[in-house]
């Protein structure tokens, strides 16, 4: 787990999502930048394989997707917190 919390993008990457409490891939891409896309879809197809995010898939008239933290993942921005306000 420490693995992935140290490459770069995951952290914010929680983060954001957490602060949104559920986001979409384009605003998590806009709130990232400079981040690609490759490699955005790296981090949450990651992410999501550690059970620390979830991703739901609506099937509207054109097909949205929006992330949300699952309990692991509120549990590690919860552990990570104090860590992130050292100063």
Do not use: D
């Not at 990457?13 to 559920?22: E, G, R």
Request: glycine letters at 4%; aromatic letters at 6%; a positive charge.
């Amino acid at each position: 787990m420490i693995h992935l919390l140290g490459k770069k993008w995951t952290i914010q990457t929680l983060i954001l999502i957490n602060n949104n409490k559920k986001i979409c891939f384009n605003k998590l891409k806009k709130e990232l930048k400079p981040i690609t896309s490759a490699r955005l879809s790296t981090i949450l197809k990651t992410i999501i394989n550690q059970g620390l995010v979830k991703k739901r898939v609506f099937h509207n008239s054109s097909i949205s997707v929006e992330y949300y933290l699952t309990r692991k993942g509120k549990q590690i921005i919860k552990e990570l917190t104090p860590l992130l306000q050292y100063e």
